[in-house]
């Protein structure tokens, strides 16, 4: 009988221990998960109408930064011929001139010409980019992330008391090598109960 007692005894401490070990996995994955979701809005794109913003900004930099440096002045000259002079440089002791600049120059003035055609392209290939993908401005992101790290912390706590009952209760626990000190270092009182 008393083998039998025995038995039963040892099969619910069996079953208890597995359940906190279920519970540990279970956080962990939340815990994992949560770093996932993270890492998802840190890299989630910006609305298409702020990339659009970004780009008209570019684009007038360039533009006037081409018109600039287009030489124009030279039009005013008395022997002004009416050309467009692109900047160019060559190097001490090199062959080859630098031309950087004029392609920088003919960027920009491409831009100015066809501007709002480029816009438009540029504009319905970021929508198809970003179609069926939750996009968030510079505010909305912040905020995400903040909320999410809230929870991350919430959830990194929950499993530290979770290792500290286990080994109150005399059971051998792994911490996660990349557990928060945060977590680790807090007191058994800050801890959730």
């Known amino acids: 009988m008393q083998l039998s007692n025995f038995m039963k005894s040892f099969s619910k401490q069996r079953t ?9 996995d279970e956080i962990r994955a939340q815990i994992d998960a949560k770093g996932d979701e ?3 809005l840190r890299t989630a794109p910006r609305p298409v109408s702020d990339a659009i913003a970004a780009f008209d900004q570019w684009a007038d930099r360039v533009a006037t930064a081409a018109v600039d440096r287009a030489g124009i002045s030279y039009m005013l000259g ?3 011929r009416g050309d467009i002079r692109l900047p160019s440089y060559r190097a001490p002791g090199e062959t080859t001139p630098n031309l950087t600049g004029s392609v920088e120059v003919l960027l920009g003035l491409l831009i100015l010409t066809g501007r709002d055609k480029l816009r438009a392209v540029i504009e319905g290939q970021l929508a198809d980019l970003a179609a069926g993908r939750e996009t968030l401005d510079a505010e909305q992101r912040i905020e995400r992330i903040a909320s999410a790290e809230g929870d991350l912390r919430g959830l990194e706590m929950a499993e530290e008391t979770i290792v500290r009952q286990m080994q ?10 990349d557990a928060t000190a945060l977590a680790l270092l807090a007191d058994d009182a800050s801890l959730p109960s």
């Open 78 to 80: 008395p022997e002004g």
């Open 16 to 24: 208890v221990l597995a359940s906190t070990f279920d519970a540990l």
């Open 168 to 177: 109150n209760a005399g059971l051998a626990v792994v911490r996660r090598v």
């Open 38 to 40: 993270i890492e998802a």
